[in-house]
C-alpha cells in the first residue's frame, strides 16, 4: 500500500500524521486521507480539486505532473510526499 506523507511544516497548521492507503492514482490516495482528515483538503485542494500553487506533490521522488484531476498512478510501495512550496528572491 502506498504511503502519503506530509511536512512538518504543513503539520503546524493542522494535524498530519503519514498514512497508508489503498490507491491507484494520487487523487484515490488523497482522497483516502481527506476521508479520515476532512479538514486537511483545504490546505493542499483548491476548490475544484486541483492541488493549490502553494503545495507541492511527488510521487516516488518525481513532481506531480497531473496537478488538476491528479491522474498520476501511484505504484503500492510508492511515497506520496505533499509539500508547502518554497519561494522568494
Given at each position: 500500500?502506498?504511503?502519503?506523507?506530509?511536512?512538518?511544516?504543513?503539520?503546524?497548521?493542522?494535524?498530519?500524521?503519514?498514512?497508508?492507503?489503498?490507491?491507484?492514482?494520487?487523487?484515490?490516495?488523497?482522497?483516502?486521507?481527506?476521508?479520515?482528515?476532512?479538514?486537511?483538503?483545504?490546505?493542499?485542494?483548491?476548490?475544484?480539486?486541483?492541488?493549490?500553487?502553494?503545495?507541492?506533490?511527488?510521487?516516488?521522488?518525481?513532481?506531480?505532473?497531473?496537478?488538476?484531476?491528479?491522474?498520476?498512478?501511484?505504484?503500492?510501495?510508492?511515497?506520496?510526499?505533499?509539500?508547502q512550496a518554497l519561494s522568494g528572491g
Open positions: 500500500m502506498p504511503t502519503v506523507a506530509f511536512t512538518h511544516t504543513l503539520q503546524r497548521h493542522i494535524q498530519a500524521p503519514p498514512q497508508r492507503v489503498e490507491a491507484e492514482t494520487v487523487a484515490a490516495a488523497l482522497r483516502s486521507v481527506f476521508d479520515t482528515n476532512p479538514g486537511l483538503r483545504g490546505y493542499i485542494l483548491e476548490d475544484d480539486g486541483s492541488v493549490r500553487k502553494h503545495i507541492a506533490v511527488w510521487v516516488a521522488g518525481l513532481p506531480l505532473r497531473d496537478r488538476d484531476t491528479l491522474s498520476d498512478p501511484v505504484g503500492p510501495d510508492d511515497e506520496v510526499y505533499v509539500m
